[in-house]
């Protein structure tokens, strides 16, 4: 057989030329799954995560990441979960919890350590580890119900492991970002003296000098919930001491959309099979932007309709104490209407066949990673 042969008898040489000479989400989305299909988990994972760092928000390449370590690491989860059934313990919940928790999975590896600190409560790791997830989601999406169970894990945490380093840093980057600068620096100062050789930790303090105390009558979960009345942190932690690598690009002020480009976006999907009608909505229900495909709601009925769900959905959450009302679908015969919040900010998208709800859900994910960029695990 010729090299040009070989060439055309390779599955995958075509799609590897095409997405070297049309570099795009989708060509290499097509060359990952054709590696999947031949059972190269390996390269495939390999060709999604390096096309990710050029097309950061591809929701269909996050997609089959999110895939292959599933698949990769379903061995080690179900030797984990039998291993909890047997004989369980700390170290195996956290490893587990530790596992979904790389994969995108916020609610199992949170199942696992909730689970871990009902039956050992003086595991101070499972609190660490719940303290640092619900502050990150907090950080990211402002929702007052994990900044606020962020704080009760930091202090069980705390009672449990005094000296803890990542514990006290969680607790001063929670303080800052809410707008206790007072309390943020007493804990910076606590670490300092553990550390004298923290420089990072000495120059942020010289630069933020003295700040004063909270007013009388208020708490730190007042301010939790002042952030998300806002939409926002009072501080990006921009510079601060110790921030997970990403985090600190990814906090501060409510997403700001531009009404035209966001128009433009959508007028970019309308024709898209199984679009019906989309509309972005302000804080106060009004639209930002929207668009209506053949035959649809009225564009006014479709808003009024949004935003009432929202706000029957977003209180209902608040009631059962679940947190607040991040994404979600409302389904009918035929199709529904898939929802998506941002920090104040609702997009909502009516779908019909031939789109289904989780085509509906990856869909409206990735226009809104477009508008004003990707989520932590919403």
Known sequence: MGFLDAFKASPTKKLEADAEKNPSPEAFALLAQKH???????????????????FKNSQKLKDIVSFIRKKQSQGQVKHLQDEIRVKPSPNVYTQLAGIFQGLGDVDGALDNLTEC?????????????IAQIRLEHFLHEVIAYDGVHAVQAIQKAKALAPEDTLVRMLSAQLYYAIG??????????AELDRNATALDIKSFLDDIGN????EEGTTVETLIERCEEAGSLVNSLQGFPRVKPGLAQRTGATPKINPVAAMAKAQEIAGTAGV???????????????VRGENPLDGDAFRELSHAVERVAYEACRRMDIGSFVKGNCLVPGGGVAFLRRRGTT??????????ADRAAAFLEDFVSKIVGGSHGA
């Open 36 to 54: 999947i299909e031949m059972g190269e988990m390996d390269v495939a994972l390999q060709v999604a995560d390096r096309a990710l760092q050029t």
């Open 117 to 129: 600190a009902e039956k050992f409560p003086e595991d101070a790791v499972a609190f660490r580890m």
């Open 180 to 189: 206790a600068n007072a309390l943020a620096v007493q804990e910076l100062r």
């Open 211 to 214: 700040p004063g105390a909270l």
């Open 276 to 290: 019906v009608n989309l509309v972005i909505l302000d804080r106060e229900g009004r639209a930002v932007a929207s």
């Open 347 to 356: 997009f909502a998208m009516l779908f019909a066949e031939p789109m289904k």
